[in-house]
C-alpha cells in the first residue's frame, strides 16, 4: 500500500512539472521619461508575452498632446529550442506647448487581459516652437432631420429640400514602394484611402470593421513570407499628392518578402464610404446634407519577382541590407575557461531567414550553443531589427582564436545586386597550456551550468515519455479509489 502512494506522490509531482512549464499568457504597461524636451515624443507601450496579438483597445488621449503614430518590435528568445516570443506596442505623443501636464490612470485590454497604469507627470521643457494644430473639421455621420413645429401649422409645411452631389478628389490605392524585387527581398506594400480636407465634410467611413478583412483577404499573396504591422488605429496623415495636400488613412500595411519567382498580384479592391449630398438652399437649422454611398476602387498592381544570380547557397542565402555586430564578456583569456562570444546581424530584411552556417570541426576550441534571440521592429513602414546568436566557447590552445572561420553567413544585397560573406572580426589571443581534452567547466557564476551539466542524463528517451507517466498515474488514482472504496464497504458491514 505504501509503494502506491509512494508511486502517486511522484507521478504527480512529475505531471505538475510537466504542466507548469507552459505559462499563461502575460502583459503589463510600460510609460515613457517623464522629462523631455518639446521635440522629442512622449511614449506609451504595452508589452505581451505568451500569445500572438489579436487586439487590443485604443491608447489613451493626453491633454495637451496628439498621436503620432505607432511602432511594434517582436523580441524571440530561443534557448535549447525552447522560443518565447514577446511583443512591444508602442503609441507615440507629440505635445503642443512646453509645460507640465497629466497621464490620468487609465486601463487597457489586450487579448482580454485587462492592464491598468496609475498614470504619471509629465514636464514638457522648451526646445522649439510648433505649428498650431488645424482646427478639427465637422463630425460626418449625424443623420439629417427635417423639422416639423407648431409654426407649419401657421405658414404651411417647408418645400422638400434639393440636394445635389458635390465632386470629391478621394481615392483609393494599393502602394507598394518597389516596382520590382528580388527573391526573398522585402518590398512594402500598403491600402490608403486619400481625401482632400474640404471632403472630409462629406465622406465617412461606414461599416468599415465589416469590409476590412474581405479587403485584406483578397490583397494577401500566397508565395510570400507576410510581416504585418500591428496597427488597429486608422487615423489620417497629412501627405502631398500631386503637389496638392491630401489626408491619407492607412488602411492595411505589410512588408511582404517573395519566396520564389512568382508575380506578386494584387487584384482591384472594393471600399464602399458614405458620401453625403448637400442642399441647394442651406436652411438655417438643419443639417442640409442627405447620406448616401459610393464605392471606391484602387487599380489593380503586379510586381514582378526576379531570381537572385547563380550561387550555390541560392536557395539558403537571406536577401537584405545587414552588418555584423559582436560582442565578447572579457578582454583575457586562457585555455580550459569558458567565455561568451555574440555574433549579431542587424539591418532590414526578412531576419527570420537568417542563420548560421554549419559550425566546423575545429581542434583549437570547443563550442556550445547558441542561444538565438531576434527583434523585429516595424516602423514607419520599414522592417528591420537584430538577430543575435550567443555561444559559449572553450580553447584548448593558446595564440589567437581565428573566430572568422567559425562565424560566418552569406547574404545577398539587393541594392548592389551581389552577393557577400559577413563573418566574425574578433580575434582573441589566448594564454595557457595545451588542453588535449574537453575541458568546459560551468562559470562559478552561471547558476544554469553549475546545476544542469553535471547531473545530466545523454540517454535518449521516447518524445511521449511525459503523456504516458500523465496515462499512468490516471490508473493508479483510479487503482487507489477503487481499493478505498472497498475499504470502506467493508468497515461499514
Not at 389 to 411: E, K, N, S
Not at 462 to 484: E, F, H, I, W
Request: some cysteine; aromatic content about 10%; hydrophobic content about 40%.
Amino acid at each position: 500500500m505504501r509503494f502506491f502512494f509512494v508511486l502517486l506522490g511522484v507521478l504527480w509531482v512529475g505531471c505538475g512539472i510537466v504542466a507548469g512549464q507552459k505559462q499563461p499568457p502575460t502583459a503589463d504597461i510600460v510609460l515613457g521619461k517623464s522629462t523631455f524636451p518639446i521635440n522629442e515624443y512622449y511614449t506609451i507601450s504595452f508589452r505581451l508575452r505568451g500569445a500572438p496579438l489579436e487586439r487590443y483597445s485604443a491608447f489613451p488621449e493626453i491633454e495637451g498632446f496628439k498621436k503620432s503614430g505607432k511602432s511594434s518590435t517582436t523580441t524571440t528568445r530561443t534557448v535549447n529550442g525552447q522560443s518565447s516570443t514577446e511583443l512591444t506596442i508602442t503609441q507615440r505623443y507629440a505635445a503642443f506647448d512646453p509645460g507640465t501636464f497629466a497621464v490620468k490612470p487609465f486601463s487597457m485590454t489586450v487579448n482580454g487581459l485587462t492592464i491598468r497604469s496609475e498614470g504619471a507627470a509629465l514636464r514638457v521643457n522648451p526646445q522649439q516652437a510648433t505649428a498650431t494644430p488645424p482646427a478639427p473639421g465637422p463630425a460626418p455621420g449625424a443623420s439629417p432631420l427635417q423639422g416639423i413645429g407648431l409654426l407649419d401649422k401657421l405658414f404651411g409645411k417647408p418645400k422638400p429640400q434639393e440636394y445635389v452631389e458635390p465632386q470629391d478628389q478621394a481615392f483609393l490605392a494599393v502602394v507598394p514602394d518597389k516596382t520590382s524585387v528580388f527573391v526573398g527581398q522585402g518590398v512594402h506594400v500598403g491600402l490608403y484611402f486619400y481625401l482632400a480636407p474640404q471632403d472630409q465634410a462629406v465622406l465617412n467611413f461606414y461599416n468599415f470593421a465589416q469590409q476590412l478583412p474581405g479587403i485584406i483577404r483578397q490583397l494577401r499573396q500566397r508565395t510570400v513570407w507576410e510581416e504585418s504591422f500591428d496597427e488597429q488605429e486608422v487615423l489620417p496623415e497629412n501627405v502631398i499628392v500631386g503637389g496638392k495636400p491630401f489626408l491619407r488613412y492607412r488602411l492595411w500595411e505589410a512588408e511582404l518578402y517573395p519566396l520564389n519567382t512568382q508575380p506578386l498580384t494584387f487584384p482591384a479592391v472594393a471600399l464602399q464610404m458614405v458620401k453625403y449630398k448637400v442642399a441647394k438652399k442651406p436652411a438655417p437649422g438643419l443639417d442640409n446634407r442627405l447620406a448616401g454611398y459610393k464605392i471606391y476602387y484602387a487599380n489593380a498592381r503586379t510586381i514582378p519577382v526576379k531570381a537572385l544570380p547563380p550561387h550555390p547557397l541560392r536557395d539558403q542565402v537571406p536577401v537584405g541590407s545587414y552588418r555584423v555586430k559582436e560582442a565578447i564578456d572579457r578582454t583575457t583569456f586562457r585555455t580550459g575557461k569558458a567565455f561568451t562570444y555574440t555574433f549579431s546581424v542587424e539591418g532590414e530584411g526578412n531576419l527570420a531567414a537568417i542563420n548560421l552556417e554549419a559550425l566546423p570541426a575545429s581542434e583549437a576550441v570547443e563550442v556550445y550553443g547558441p542561444e538565438v534571440q531576434q527583434e523585429l521592429t516595424r516602423e514607419g513602414g520599414r522592417v528591420g531589427g537584430r538577430k543575435s546568436f550567443q555561444f559559449r566557447l572553450v580553447a584548448r590552445r593558446p595564440g589567437p582564436v581565428a573566430l572568422d572561420t567559425l562565424f560566418r553567413v552569406v547574404v545577398f544585397n539587393p541594392a548592389t545586386a551581389r552577393y557577400d560573406t559577413l563573418r566574425a572580426g574578433l580575434q582573441p589571443v589566448v594564454r595557457g597550456p595545451v588542453r588535449t581534452t574537453s575541458t568546459f567547466r560551468a562559470r562559478l557564476d552561471d547558476p544554469f551550468y553549475r546545476t544542469a551539466l553535471p547531473e545530466a542524463d545523454a540517454t535518449l528517451h521516447p518524445r511521449d515519455t511525459y503523456r504516458d507517466v500523465r496515462r499512468y498515474a490516471n490508473v493508479v488514482v483510479v487503482v487507489l479509489l477503487l481499493m478505498a472504496g472497498v475499504g470502506w464497504w467493508r468497515a461499514r458491514r
